[in-house]
């Protein structure tokens, strides 16, 4: 590893122990040097938060200070990026999927890139935000990441070239192409094989007079603290992953010209293992099987409605902070609700716990910042959701900013 840490920086562990009662921690300086550790791996690529994965105004502004643009999905994100500090001219519309007046008020609001795979799109585009810029999403396979994407976005090359002669025709820019590879994508393969496509139809355009001047690399970077549904650490092969990336850009760019600009636009990667919950302990129960099997269930005052949603996919590391090295019993870990869905696969995945937890004792879920406020219900069964609380601020550059991009 390159100096790529999972764990959660002393700053987050004091906020979690300083925290009495259950709240989302982010903290900021963590999400800042994970920013400055993806510049440095892929040094001259433009970065574009998946702003979904954590819409908080400070992480929002933390970026913007640092030079960092956004992938918004809707006017509404678009104008809490604003409002956030990240000029309109680094925001654009990553979402294929928008209403005409969606359109209409993202324009309004200044935006001028425009994500598109079908030809009703890209002529709405011409409509109600005629002269932008658009680029075009292919279509992926999701092979080899945890959550696919593939299916509801993008298009194949043949239709790709079609949308963007289309855009051209109509007066818009057809400026680039984009892609994402599936979220938390755990192989460097798949990384290859978006090269492979992007450079398929770069060529087709060309031989069509279209030459876009920029790549969207999309999202699917890997979180690094995630456990699979076993218990074990996933550890996902992110240092071959940059080389892929790093090697791909230069092939593209020696075939397609130097002045090929690309981005990425990370979601998971920026926060995930710089968000925490500290939730506490419900009950731990003793509980029979239908079988009659004795077994241990340790319920949350958080689960899956309240931030920890994609805990069907993997498990988050537990840390028991006032039962250090206490002896562990297995057991399935649960939210508070009464869906049957609010636990981890209790098949495949006991967690060992303090045998002597009581209700109320502090519970740290680790590497849940990504996509954990976005997933969070209003309060399924009354149970309210954590708070969200930023630490590590101010958002100012500090030094660490790279000037504006492009
Ligand atoms: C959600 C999303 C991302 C971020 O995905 P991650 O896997 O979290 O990096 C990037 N681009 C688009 C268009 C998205 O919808």
Same mark, same amino acid.
């Given at each position: 590893?390159?100096?790529?840490?999972?764990?959660?920086?002393?700053?987050?562990?004091?906020?979690?122990?300083?925290?009495?009662?259950?709240?989302?921690?982010?903290?900021?300086?963590?999400?800042?040097?994970?920013?400055?550790?993806?510049?440095?791996?892929? #040094?001259?690529? $433009?970065? %574009?938060?998946?702003?979904? +994965?954590?819409? /908080?105004?400070?992480?929002? @502004?933390? *970026?913007?200070?640092?030079?960092?643009?956004?992938?918004?999905?809707?006017?509404?994100?678009?104008?809490?990026?604003?409002?956030?500090?990240?000029?309109?001219?680094?925001?654009?519309?990553?979402?294929?999927?928008?209403?005409?007046?969606?359109?209409?008020?993202?324009?309004?609001?200044?935006?001028?890139?425009?994500?598109?795979?079908?030809?009703?799109?890209?002529?709405?585009?011409?409509?109600?935000?005629?002269?932008?810029?658009?680029?075009?999403?292919?279509?992926?396979?999701?092979?080899?990441?945890?959550?696919?994407?593939?299916?509801?976005?993008?298009?194949? #090359?043949?239709? $790709?070239? %079609?949308?963007?002669?289309? +855009?051209?025709? /109509?007066?818009?820019?057809? @400026?680039? *192409?984009?892609?994402?590879?599936?979220?938390?994508?755990?192989?460097?393969?798949?990384?290859?094989?978006?090269?492979?496509?992007?450079?398929?139809?770069?060529?087709?355009?060309?031989?069509?007079?279209?030459?876009?001047?920029?790549?969207?690399?999309?999202?699917?970077?890997?979180?690094?603290?995630?456990?699979?549904?076993?218990?074990?650490?996933?550890?996902?092969?992110?240092?071959?992953?940059?080389?892929?990336?790093?090697?791909?850009?230069?092939?593209?760019?020696?075939?397609?010209?130097?002045?090929?600009?690309?981005?990425?636009?990370?979601?998971?990667?920026?926060?995930?293992?710089?968000?925490?919950?500290?939730?506490?302990?419900?009950? /731990?129960?003793?509980?029979?099987?239908?079988?009659?099997?004795?077994?241990?269930?340790?319920?949350?005052?958080?689960?899956?409605?309240?931030?920890?949603?994609?805990?069907?996919?993997?498990?988050?590391?537990?840390?028991?902070?006032?039962?250090?090295?206490?002896?562990?019993?297995?057991?399935?870990?649960?939210?508070?609700?009464?869906?049957?869905?609010?636990?981890?696969?209790?098949?495949?995945?006991?967690?060992?716990?303090?045998?002597?937890?009581?209700?109320?004792?502090?519970?740290?879920?680790?590497?849940?910042?990504?996509?954990?406020?976005?997933?969070?219900?209003?309060?399924?069964?009354?149970?309210?959701?954590?708070?969200?609380?930023?630490?590590?601020?101010?958002?100012?550059?500090?030094?660490?900013?790279?000037?504006?991009?492009?």
């Amino acid at each position: 590893m390159t100096g790529h840490t999972a764990g959660p920086t002393a700053r987050l562990h004091a906020a979690l122990a300083a925290a009495t009662e259950d709240s989302l921690v982010v903290d900021l300086s963590g999400v800042a040097d994970r920013c400055a550790a993806l510049r440095r791996e892929l #040094p001259g690529v $433009a970065i %574009r938060f998946a702003m979904k +994965a954590c819409p /908080l105004d400070d992480v929002l @502004s933390c *970026l913007a200070a640092r030079g960092v643009g956004v992938d918004a999905a809707s006017p509404g994100e678009i104008a809490q990026a604003l409002h956030a500090g990240v000029p309109a001219g680094r925001i654009h519309y990553g979402n294929t999927v928008k209403s005409d007046s969606d359109i209409a008020a993202a324009h309004r609001l200044g935006v001028r890139d425009f994500a598109t795979d079908s030809l009703e799109d890209v002529r709405a585009l011409a409509v109600h935000a005629p002269g932008s810029r658009v680029f075009c999403r292919l279509a992926t396979s999701g092979q080899g990441a945890l959550w696919g994407l593939s299916d509801k976005f993008g298009c194949g #090359p043949d239709d $790709a070239v %079609r949308i963007m002669e289309t +855009a051209r025709g /109509l007066g818009l820019t057809p @400026s680039g *192409l984009s892609l994402h590879v599936g979220s938390q994508q755990m192989t460097a393969d798949a990384y290859q094989r978006a090269f492979e496509q992007l450079g398929d139809v770069l060529t087709a355009l060309r031989r069509r007079g279209i030459t876009p001047d920029h790549v969207n690399l999309g999202g699917g970077l890997p979180a690094l603290g995630y456990l699979d549904r076993h218990g074990m650490p996933l550890d996902p092969p992110l240092d071959k992953i940059f080389t892929v990336l790093r090697e791909g850009i230069r092939a593209l760019r020696r075939e397609h010209g130097d002045e090929l600009a690309f981005l990425v636009e990370p979601g998971r990667h920026l926060v995930a293992d710089h968000g925490a919950l500290r939730a506490h302990v419900a009950r /731990l129960a003793l509980r029979r099987t239908p079988q009659g099997e004795p077994l241990h269930w340790l319920y949350l005052s958080c689960g899956k409605f309240s931030g920890l949603y994609e805990m069907d996919a993997v498990q988050y590391p537990l840390v028991f902070p006032t039962h250090p090295g206490a002896p562990t019993v297995p057991a399935v870990v649960a939210g508070p609700t009464c869906d049957s869905d609010d636990a981890y696969s209790h098949e495949e995945g006991l967690v060992q716990v303090p045998e002597n937890l009581a209700s109320g004792d502090p519970v740290w879920v680790l590497s849940c910042g990504a996509y954990a406020t976005s997933y969070m219900t209003r309060g399924f069964n009354g149970f309210a959701p954590p708070r969200p609380v930023c630490t590590g601020g101010p958002a100012s550059a500090g030094g660490l900013g790279e000037g504006p991009e492009r």
